[in-house]
């Protein structure tokens, strides 16, 4: 039988995965407290986190909830939100394509920004590691992480309902998003890409059911993929 | 929003993006995807949550729709701090403080 536990391996993922701890807990902690002020049962607001484990899309779901968007749209704008997955999913094939049936659903449960991450770095860098070794790291960087989302998530929760309404949290999802845009402008295309989100978002606003953003979407995401194209065309024809 | 149109919306989410998380691990195998599938996927995220949080800053909810320079404020400051910190825990808290500052003053 092929081991696939490698204990300094394991070991190696917790030690990576630790500092995360600090971005992670205060996020969910945060997603409790505002899921709950904007109306969510304690159960509910655990199970966004247990069930879905992407704190941009669980933001997305719940503004667009709170505006009242129907079921179909708060689903598919979450969703959109959370197509960057598909994206780690893909670049991580090479790597685990060759786990077995479950392990592998367990990665793909456990892949979110930070483990990805640390995944493709470390795989990059060490390139010898076996495929048991792989998922040991794996394992270890969200050994950590995991627990820490659902606890800070219940916190957040069981604090959100002592908190009395109208504290100003209608605001506390808007700069919770404008904070994790900050770190994602690392480029002319990210730049763009954004800009072009916005304007469009707010030409757009008039349409129903909030297609306004979905037109700023896929706006977006021409403008990123375009510029990208048009830098690496200029940079290889120097 | 009622409770049980919320745990549809927390389930078919759940099914969702493990789907998204699962499709090329589990069902694509070492298949190459197209290059510009790719590249559009790697912009997904800043062209949706600018698109998202845009109106939200312009015409705010609490307001009834009248743009407010104290949310006008907090959003640069969060915006700004979190393009130079790299730092989504800092942007949050500059963003919080000029808010509470905002509205006490302005």
Redesign the interface.
């Known amino acids: 039988m092929t081991s696939y536990f490698d204990r300094t391996e394991f070991l190696r993922g917790v030690r990576h995965g630790l500092p995360f701890l600090?971005?992670v807990g205060?996020?969910a902690l945060?997603f409790g407290v505002v899921a709950t002020e904007a109306?969510?049962?304690v159960v509910?607001t655990l199970?966004?986190s247990v069930?879905?484990?992407?704190g941009?899309?669980?933001f997305?779901?719940l503004?667009l909830?709170a505006?009242?968007a129907p079921?179909v749209v708060?689903?598919a704008?979450?969703?959109?939100?959370?197509?960057?997955?598909?994206?780690?999913?893909?670049s991580?094939?090479?790597h685990?394509?060759a786990l077995p049936?479950w392990r592998?659903?367990f990665?793909?449960?456990g892949?979110v920004d930070q483990s990805y991450a640390l995944a493709i770095i470390e795989f990059e860098k060490r390139s010898e590691m076996s495929l048991g070794q792989k998922f040991s790291y794996f394992l270890g960087s969200i050994t950590p992480v995991f627990p820490a989302w659902y606890a800070a998530t219940l916190v957040g929760a069981l604090v959100g309902q002592a908190i009395p309404p109208s504290f100003?949290l209608?605001?506390?999802?808007?700069?919770?998003?404008?904070?994790?845009?900050?770190?994602?402008?690392r480029t002319k295309?990210?730049v763009l890409?954004?800009?072009?989100?916005?304007i469009?978002?707010?030409i757009f606003?008039f349409l129903p059911w909030n297609l306004?953003?979905m037109v700023?979407?896929?706006?977006?995401?021409?403008?990123?993929?375009e510029v990208?194209?048009q830098t690496e065309k200029a940079r290889d024809s120097k | 929003?009622n409770?049980a149109?919320?745990?549809?919306?927390?389930?078919?989410?759940?099914i969702?993006?493990?789907g998204?998380?699962?499709?090329?691990?589990?069902i694509?195998?070492?298949r190459q995807?197209p290059e510009?599938v790719?590249?559009?996927?790697?912009?997904?995220?800043?062209?949706?949550?600018?698109?998202?949080?845009?109106?939200?800053?312009?015409?705010?909810?609490?307001t009834g729709g009248q743009p407010d320079p104290a949310?006008m404020a907090?959003?640069a400051a969060?915006?700004?701090?979190?393009?130079?910190?790299?730092?989504?825990?800092w942007?949050?808290l500059v963003?919080?403080l000029t808010?509470?500052g905002g509205?006490q003053t302005l």
């Open positions: 600090l971005v205060p996020f945060l109306g969510l049962p509910q199970a966004f069930v879905v484990i992407a941009a899309a669980q997305t779901a503004q909830m505006e009242n079921t708060v689903i704008s979450a969703l959109t939100v959370n197509l960057r997955m598909a994206m780690y999913s893909a991580l094939t090479p685990f394509g049936f592998r659903a990665v793909a449960y892949l100003a209608d605001f506390a999802v808007p700069i919770t998003f404008l904070a994790m845009i900050g770190p994602m402008l295309a990210h890409a954004a800009v072009v989100s916005v469009t978002a707010l606003a306004g953003l700023a979407a896929a706006a977006g995401m021409i403008t990123g993929a990208e194209r | 929003m409770e149109t919320t745990w549809i919306i927390i389930i078919c989410m759940g969702g993006s493990f998204l998380r699962y499709v090329f691990l589990g694509i195998g070492n995807m510009w790719l590249r559009h996927l790697r912009y997904t995220a800043v062209a949706v949550l600018p698109g998202l949080v845009a109106p939200l800053v312009i015409w705010p909810s609490a949310r907090a959003a969060t915006l700004v701090t979190g393009y130079v910190t790299k730092n989504i825990l942007a949050i963003g919080a808010l509470f509205l």
